[in-house]
């Protein structure tokens, strides 16, 4: 590769002349010289985090900093800034925890609702929103009847923290409806698209805006559904036959759709949009019972699930990258340099992943729940790139120039040679 023109007199010259003359065309102040740091390029890292038996964990915001998931009776929370430990936080574990892009809204169930006649005053719970920066819960409600001491109860939160999922008892007192509320008011019934059978609702998009679920037909069975601004579709593998199962996640602005396996996908996990269709997402295991989806990146290109080899299901947790496939989870994880993990444990059951697709959150199979965080990646780098930007240019002569004395004319010499852009 040819170096710049106005170095091509550098060759023949001596050590003290090349840098002189760098220092002249480039115009820098020793202030601005003392700035660039040398910068090696960095291996794979991460690191597993356990968060202790009879903990399920199920939410993760944006960047992976902030956690939610259940125990066997509340909520907790767990935050990397403090990674040893996980905070309680009230509730009821029957719902499922998501949070906010955030970090400041987790959706679930919490207590607190008044009952009006004919709803006998047993009735409690409800769906709600946790406020980490206020410590408090809201109840929403439900839309007008109740099953056992419940209501409604939380399953999801929009990326901006403005809506609330749920799944409510109607006011006919035989159906599920899948509902959602713009905090913090009275949650809404989404329209059946088969009359008189349940709904119920998993994701939304970062407004809330395209909702995900299912919409059981006649059979009871579940059958994926997709609700965008209220207007409901099903999804299908082939119309109007062979219906896709349950929907379970979706991009942050709606497009993909994801979901569990079943009968009309040979048990493999699925991926959808309304431009491409379906795509079937392959098996670790060829042949286990079904995949099952339980978190998506904000872009769509990284879900994670785990597959259904026994009751209770035991793995493996696995996950689908659109340049790489479906791996293993605890494979992928160590390869990408996490530390950490157990000998001999395995992340069986991831059930949530950020939204830069980098920190996933579950239960591994030692029965604690995890928060496994796999560092971004060292910028491209190459013979010459000092400062490791991926490209070779004067802030690299810079870079050796203010390390003279740790480095040599050799050194000046490989960056003039590797001028331009790592391959």
């Given at each position: 590769?040819?170096?710049p023109p106005?170095l091509?007199?550098l060759?023949?010259?001596s050590?003290?002349?090349?840098?002189?003359m760098?220092?002249t065309?480039?115009?820098l102040?020793?202030?601005?010289?003392?700035?660039?740091?040398l910068?090696?390029a960095?291996?794979?890292?991460?690191?597993y985090?356990?968060l202790?038996?009879?903990r399920?964990?199920?939410?993760?915001?944006?960047?992976?900093?902030?956690?939610?998931?259940?125990?066997?009776t509340?909520?907790?929370i767990w935050?990397?800034?403090?990674p040893g430990?996980?905070t309680?936080i009230?509730g009821?574990?029957?719902?499922?925890?998501?949070?906010?892009d955030d970090?400041?809204?987790i959706?679930?169930t919490?207590t607190?609702?008044v009952?009006?006649p004919?709803?006998p005053?047993?009735?409690v719970r409800?769906?709600g929103?946790y406020?980490v920066s206020d410590?408090a819960?809201?109840?929403?409600?439900?839309?007008g009847?109740f099953?056992?001491t419940?209501?409604s109860?939380?399953t999801?939160?929009?990326?901006?923290g403005?809506?609330?999922?749920?799944i409510?008892?109607?006011?006919?007192?035989?159906?599920?409806?899948?509902?959602?509320?713009?905090?913090?008011?009275?949650?809404?019934?989404?329209?059946?698209?088969?009359?008189?059978?349940?709904?119920r609702?998993?994701?939304?998009?970062n407004d809330g805006?395209?909702?995900v679920g299912?919409?059981?037909n006649?059979n009871?069975?579940?059958?994926?559904?997709?609700?965008?601004n209220?207007?409901g579709?099903r999804?299908?593998?082939?119309?109007?036959?062979k219906?896709?199962?349950?929907?379970t996640?979706?991009?942050?602005d709606g497009?993909?759709?994801?979901?569990?396996g079943?009968?009309n996908?040979?048990t493999q996990a699925?991926?959808w949009?309304?431009?491409?269709?379906?795509?079937?997402?392959?098996?670790?295991?060829?042949?286990?019972v079904?995949?099952?989806?339980t978190g998506?990146?904000a872009?769509?290109t990284?879900i994670?699930?785990?597959?259904?080899t026994g009751?209770p299901a035991?793995?493996?947790?696995?996950i689908?990258a659109?340049?790489g496939?479906?791996?293993?989870?605890?494979?992928?994880?160590?390869?990408?340099?996490v530390?950490g993990?157990p000998?001999?444990v395995?992340l069986q059951r991831?059930l949530?992943?950020?939204a830069?697709?980098?920190t996933?959150?579950?239960?591994?199979?030692n029965?604690q729940?995890f928060?496994v965080?796999i560092?971004?990646?060292?910028?491209?780098?190459?013979?010459?790139?000092?400062?490791g930007?991926?490209?070779v240019?004067?802030s690299?002569?810079l870079?050796v120039?203010s390390s003279w004395?740790q480095?040599?004319?050799?050194?000046l010499?490989?960056v003039?040679?590797a001028?331009g852009?790592?391959?």
């Amino acid at each position: 590769m040819a170096s710049p023109p106005f170095l091509n007199t550098l060759f023949s010259n001596s050590p003290k002349e090349k840098i002189n003359m760098v220092r002249t065309a480039s115009h820098l102040t020793v202030a601005a010289l003392a700035a660039i740091a040398l910068v090696d390029a960095a291996h794979g890292s991460g690191n597993y985090y356990g968060l202790g038996t009879s903990r399920t964990a199920t939410g993760v915001n944006a960047d992976g900093t902030v956690v939610a998931g259940t125990t066997a009776t509340e909520y907790f929370i767990w935050k990397l800034s403090d990674p040893g430990v996980t905070t309680p936080i009230g509730g009821v574990a029957v719902g499922t925890a998501r949070i906010s892009d955030d970090g400041d809204k987790i959706s679930g169930t919490t207590t607190g609702f008044v009952a009006v006649p004919p709803i006998p005053p047993t009735v409690v719970r409800q769906m709600g929103v946790y406020d980490v920066s206020d410590q408090a819960w809201t109840g929403v409600g439900g839309i007008g009847w109740f099953s056992g001491t419940e209501t409604s109860s939380g399953t999801a939160m929009s990326g901006d923290g403005t809506k609330l999922l749920g799944i409510a008892h109607s006011p006919n007192q035989t159906n599920l409806y899948g509902v959602t509320s713009t905090i913090p008011a009275a949650p809404v019934a989404l329209p059946w698209l088969i009359p008189g059978r349940n709904t119920r609702v998993f994701y939304c998009d970062n407004d809330g805006s395209v909702v995900v679920g299912s919409q059981e037909n006649l059979n009871s069975l579940r059958q994926a559904a997709v609700w965008n601004n209220g207007v409901g579709q099903r999804l299908w593998v082939e119309y109007p036959k062979k219906a896709l199962p349950e929907a379970t996640v979706c991009s942050a602005d709606g497009n993909w759709v994801a979901g569990n396996g079943g009968t009309n996908t040979n048990t493999q996990a699925w991926r959808w949009s309304q431009s491409t269709g379906v795509q079937l997402l392959g098996e670790i295991i060829v042949g286990s019972v079904n995949g099952i989806v339980t978190g998506m990146s904000a872009d769509g290109t990284v879900i994670v699930g785990h597959e259904v080899t026994g009751v209770p299901a035991t793995g493996p947790g696995w996950i689908w990258a659109a340049t790489g496939g479906m791996q293993d989870l605890t494979t992928y994880a160590t390869d990408n340099g996490v530390t950490g993990i157990p000998a001999g444990v395995t992340l069986q059951r991831p059930l949530g992943v950020s939204a830069d697709g980098r920190t996933f959150v579950g239960t591994a199979s030692n029965g604690q729940g995890f928060v496994v965080r796999i560092d971004p990646p060292a910028l491209k780098s190459c013979g010459g790139d000092k400062n490791g930007d991926g490209r070779v240019d004067s802030s690299d002569l810079l870079t050796v120039i203010s390390s003279w004395g740790q480095v040599n004319v050799s050194d000046l010499v490989t960056v003039i040679n590797a001028w331009g852009d790592c391959p």
